[in-house]
């Protein structure tokens, strides 16, 4: 510990190898919480006679080849380099295993090292770490179900207040406002655009991602978030339709522009909000 607190190369080093396995995990929460919560809702629904149904948690049973069953061997699942010594491949029945699953650990691993090479190694960074990991992880299950677990969001709400219960971001009383604004403005434009056109226009799980950004960030960075989100969300949602990967009429999930703009105005907001008042002269 004193090692990394004196040199903060080992420090972004050490974050980097930790968020690289992390992000190992994150690929089975990723993948495992959606279809946990769907067999969850039918045991809850189902006859007293029914089978009941096998465990399936984030720990079990053992992750396996989709298509062979191959059980995966401690060897085979090191973040990333599994990846490149079995060449993309089951090591069993040779099925293409996709870049996305080393991307993921990559992506956690260098915002883990990121935030550590910004802030040090401090409860802020530590803070901020394990935001990293729960947006990522929102960020891929709403891109593959189109769904926010309350699993996520909820607790992410709670550890914001509690953060900033000891000012780590903001006041407590930012958080919580932040908290209310983030919630009530999504929940305003939901309500507002269904009395409109008769259609739901986003999910709830929006208002309480954006709820939980705001007690992490605070009542001041809930415009910007807004305001990152929607040109991010607009700009790639029209580059998707024109390059025909997004059909006009297909749902585009808003809460990965949600989430990176919120990591983005926790981390820079108070810088972004500066340059630009200074440029329009205020």
């Not at 991307?103 to 090292?113: S, Y």
Request: aromatic share 12%; with cysteine.
């Amino acid at each position: 510990m004193i090692l990394l607190q004196i040199d903060p190369a080992w420090a972004v080093a050490c974050a980097f190898i930790l968020s690289l396995c992390v992000g190992s995990f994150l690929n089975v929460v990723i993948h495992r919480l959606p279809i946990m919560m769907e067999k969850e809702w039918l045991a809850e629904h189902q006859d007293e006679n029914d089978t009941p149904q096998e465990t399936y948690n984030l720990s079990s049973p053992d992750s396996t080849c989709p298509q062979c069953g191959h059980k995966i061997r401690w060897y085979e699942n090191i973040p990333v380099l599994s990846y490149l010594y079995l060449k993309a491949k089951c090591s069993s029945c040779g099925l293409h295993i996709p870049f996305r699953y080393p991307a993921i650990e990559l992506l956690t691993a260098i915002t883990g090292a990121s935030v550590v090479y910004i802030y040090g190694l401090n409860e802020v960074s530590l803070g901020l770490t394990l935001l990293s990991w729960a947006l990522i992880c929102l960020i891929f299950i709403d891109i593959d179900h189109q769904l926010l677990p309350d699993r996520i969001t909820l607790p992410l709400l709670w550890a914001g207040l509690f953060a900033n219960s000891f000012g780590l971001f903001t006041s407590l009383e930012s958080a919580v406002y932040g908290a209310i604004a983030g919630y009530l403005s999504l929940w305003s434009v939901y309500w507002a655009f269904k009395l409109l056109t008769g259609k739901e226009g986003m999910g709830y799980g929006d208002f309480k991602l954006l709820a939980a950004l705001g007690a992490w960030a605070g009542l001041s960075q809930i415009p910007l978030i807004i305001l990152l989100s929607s040109v991010v969300g607009a700009v790639l949602g029209i580059l998707m339709i024109v390059t025909k990967k997004q059909e006009q009429q297909t749902p585009i999930p808003f809460g990965p522009y949600l989430a990176i703009a919120g990591w983005i105005a926790i981390i820079w907001g108070d810088n972004i909000m500066g340059t630009y008042l200074q440029f329009i002269g205020i």
